[in-house]
């Protein structure tokens, strides 16, 4: 009788599974890696679980979760995020809530061409793209995304899950063309933030010796450019302005980056630098560095991975890195 019930059971699940159209995908990382100090065995491994629907009336809908983020007890939360995201999508437009990209992120292209198990081309002036998502708030985001051919709106907000801060707020626009052989992308995008911190915390570089309000807007644009022959550039510029207290803070935070990469068959090769400068919300606020990249293609979702990096911070504790090995995709 129980293994007849246990036999019924998986069938019901399994006819669900099909029907919800669930894939599990991941990826593996094995090698050496040095951070400056010591050569290190490098292993890193990650699981996504994807699940996708659509409604009678064409409405589709799926959710992932990451669940290489979702160990810090968060993950399924109803007012909190931990590795997962959920969107609806239709000819309205989509929106996705979750563990995502805020506008200014989901438009920026990040000045980097490659990869490296070790993340060693994302060095002391690479800059991520993330404007204020998260800062002094949860991390939950939503956003709207609108196409008009080769035109992209998006639209994102981030509450503060105690109410006293307003909202992060971020809007960008894309824009994707081929001109003649080159294929172009464009990204402008605008966030805006509030913070509070309570005196005595360190947030970046800044110390607060009192309670601050710090009010903060970020403008940012970014450049892509595939070119015919396996050549490939990238650039972003982006600037912060901020009041802490209702009054300037005297700083003018800025970032840029450029990325150049060359890709023949199975074999890329990139390089990468990054500089900021006054930028307080990170803990070096004038610092560069810049990055290599070798991959080589191995077909069946191996590849072969060398990264180096190359920091300057002002420190004398900077130190170059390397790592080497294998990144595997399923």
Known sequence: MKKVLFATTALVASAGIASADVAVSGFAELGIADDGAETLFHTDIDVTFTMSGETDGGLTFGASIDLDESDDGDAFAASTQGGESIFVSGAFGTLTMGDTDGAFDAAMTE????GAIADDHEHAGYNGNAGFDGLGKDGQIARYDYSFGDLGLHISA????????DPTLGLA???????????LGLGLAY??????IASGTTVGAIVATS????????IGLSVSADFAGGFSAIANYSTVSA??????????????????GYTMDALTVAVNYGEYDEWVLISAPDSEGFGLVVNYDLGGGAEAQFGYGSNDTGSSSDEDTFSLGLALSF
């Open 243 to 260: 009041d802490v207290n209702g009054a300037d803070s005297g700083v003018d935070p800025t970032h840029f980056g450029l990325a150049l």
């Open 191 to 196: 966030q805006s933030a509030e913070v509070s």
């Open 111 to 114: 000045a980097i061409i490659g």
């Open 173 to 183: 626009v894309t824009y994707s063309t081929d001109l003649g052989g080159v294929d």
């Open 158 to 165: 981030e509450l503060d899950d105690a109410g006293v801060d």
């Open 211 to 218: 309670d601050l309000v710090v009010e903060a807007d970020i």
